[in-house]
């Protein structure tokens, strides 16, 4: 048996250094009838704050704030990763792709 592909969002979000946005996840189609029993956000980077998450039986949401700063105020990648258990047993993950930018002046 093999591994389903991790789910991505191709085009980045942006988010400035300062800001806090929420961000969410809907994860009807692949569910398919099953439910959301957990759901945790991590991020691959130091800087980048998950402030608070939650879901519901088909959606996940976090709210990012901070993000890491370069020297020179140039964007940096980060990813956010979603991982998700459901009722019937099973564990997939979403990755996030954010872009921070340094916060405008």
Known sequence: MTSPA????VV???KFTDSVLDYER???GWLAGDVITASIWTPDKSGILVQSSSFTNSTATVWLAG???TQ???SVRCVVINRITTSGGRT???L???NVRSAVA
Do not use: I, Q
Not at 6 to 9: K, P, V
């Open 67 to 69: 993000g890491p700063v």
């Open 26 to 28: 809907d994860w009807t």
């Open 6 to 9: 991790l789910l991505t969002n």
């Open 72 to 74: 020179f105020g140039f």
């Open 92 to 94: 997939h993950y979403f």
């Open 12 to 14: 980045p979000f942006v």
């Open 96 to 98: 996030l792709n954010v």
